[in-house]
Every structure is written in C-alpha cells, then in structure tokens.
C-alpha cells in the first residue's frame, strides 16, 4: 500500500519561493509508469493540477504557473519535491501530492498541507 | 488546454436515490477520464478511472460511463456516506485538469 506524506512550511511570504516535499512509503518512485504529482486546492475550492515529474525524470506542468514551478525528485530519498517562486496570496491553498496510475488516474494521494501566504 | 465542465453544480438527493453527474471535456479525450469523491478536510478518494473502471474497494453502487467529450458517472442508490463533492479529471496527452465539482448534499 503505498503511502504519500506532504511536508514543508505552513506560512510563506509574499514574493518568496513555496518548497514542499513529498514522501513516498509502500513503494518506490523510480518504478516505471507512475506520474508523481502536485495538486492544489484553493480554501473552498476545486481541484487544480500543478504539475508532475515521471519516472524516467522528465517533468510536466500547467502552463498556467509553469514560469514558477519547479518538481524534482531525490530517489535516494524516495522523494519529490515543488518548489513555486514568487507566491503571492493568490497561491495559498492546500497542496497535495499524489501518485498518477498505468491510465493517468490519481489513485493515491497525501493527506495534504496548507500553505497561508502571508507577511 | 482541455477545459472540464460538471452539471449540476450541486444535487440536494435523499437516501436510496439515483444520481447522476455529467462531466463534458472542451474537446475529445477518449477514455481518459477519471471520477474522485471528496469529503470536507479530506483529500480526494479515486473512484473510477478510464471512464468506467472501478476502482478497488469502492462500492458497485458507483459506475461511471462515457467516451470523447461526454460522460457520466452514477450513484445507483446513494447512502449517506456518499455526501460529498465529486470532481471529475481529465488525462489526456501530457496535461491533467478537473472539473468544478459537484456537490451532493442532504435533500
């Protein structure tokens, strides 16, 4: 059964950069075929996908903060990380990651973290 | 980019009833569509993926179908542990998106 945990800072300021990580148990993230994603939710709000890196390393993001994300990954570590720069109050959500399945479906996901942007 | 639409927005539906929630992709995504129920300070649970699989452990009551651009996914008589937002997404080529959501609450 694998298991994911977010973990990261609750409160970051405005125009600093937002780093979470994400650790994965039950399994390892370079087996093959799994897209290793972030996923935020704005308080009250639906789903918005950040962005994911695959196995092999290469990433994909929303064009719509793809300026500001960065996903990597420490498989030594057996964890992937997000970094978004240049958050402003319009970036604080609760932030998920999660594991992307064979048919691109989220079958599971960490328990999620929010981020308050904040001075 | 692929935009998601959900009808309804929200359902106010009573213990036994039939649910069904359209989900609309902006342009043809094949089979690759997948439903999730949330509950409030949870994170989303899979329910169906690839428009009509069923994903394990979840209760047969849930069925989704479609292909292309319009699907559906089906509660066939809700319990009360089936109120909740469901959201569904949207995989094809390289991007992901989900629909707003569509609330089920107490009738």
Redesign the interface.
């Known amino acids: 059964q694998v298991q994911l945990q977010e973990s990261g800072p609750g409160l970051v300021k405005p125009s600093q950069t937002l780093s979470l990580t994400c650790t994965v148990s039950g399994g390892s993230i370079s087996s093959g075929g799994y897209y290793w994603s972030w996923i935020r939710q704005h308080p009250g709000k639906g789903l918005e996908w950040i962005g994911y890196i695959y196995y092999s390393g290469s990433t994909y993001y929303n064009p719509s903060l793809k300026s500001r994300v960065t996903i990597s990954v420490d498989t030594s570590k057996n964890q992937f990380s997000l970094k978004l720069s240049s958050v402003t109050a319009a970036d604080t959500a609760v932030y998920y990651c999660a594991k992307g399945g064979d048919l691109k479906e989220f079958d599971y996901w960490g328990q999620g973290t929010l981020v308050t942007v904040s001075s | 980019?692929i935009q998601m639409t959900q009808s309804p927005s929200s359902v106010s539906a009573s213990v036994g009833d039939r649910v069904t929630i359209t989900c609309r992709a902006s342009q043809g995504i094949s089979s690759?569509l997948?439903w999730?129920q949330q509950k409030p300070g949870?994170?989303?649970?899979?329910l169906i993926?690839?428009a009509s699989?069923l994903?394990s452990g979840v209760p047969s009551r849930f069925s989704g179908s479609g292909s292309g651009t319009d699907f559906t996914l089906t509660i066939s008589s809700l319990q009360p542990e089936d109120f909740a937002t469901y959201?569904c997404?949207q995989?094809n080529s390289?991007?992901?998106?989900?629909?707003?959501?569509t609330k089920v609450d107490i009738k």
Do not use: E, N, R, V
């Not at chain 2, 949870?42 to 899979?46: H, Q, S, T």
């Not at chain 2, 390289?94 to 629909?99: D, I, L, V, Y």
């Open positions: 980019d690759w997948a999730y949870k994170a989303p649970k899979l993926y690839a699989s994903q959201y997404q995989a390289f991007s992901f998106t989900f629909g707003p959501g």
